[in-house]
């Protein structure tokens, strides 16, 4: 297998009005910070969430605790990694 990692994606590719519009409403302008895909299928499977303590940044469950759940409930992993 081959893997892309694209920067900077944004929730919009993942998620539809389909549901909870105010869940949707919350979540629907937010950034991933890294996500890395399989290159032929273009299939999400993880996402990496940076972190720079310089400025008291926390993890995503802690501070996008509903964002979080979205991810998890697209079946994604989740990577923390400290800058």
Do not use: C
């Not at 890294?34 to 993880?46: A, G, Y």
């Not at 940076?50 to 501070?63: A, G, I, L, P």
């Amino acid at each position: 297998h081959t893997f892309i990692a694209v920067p900077k994606v944004a929730m919009a590719a993942f998620v539809t009005t389909d549901g909870d519009k105010n869940l949707y409403n919350e979540v629907i302008n937010k950034t991933l910070d890294i996500v890395i895909f399989d290159e032929q299928t273009m299939r999400p499977l993880l996402v990496v969430d940076v972190y720079d303590k310089s400025y008291d940044d926390d993890r995503m469950d802690e501070q996008e605790p509903k964002l979080f759940e979205i991810i998890k409930k697209l079946g994604l992993q989740k990577m923390d990694i400290w800058w």
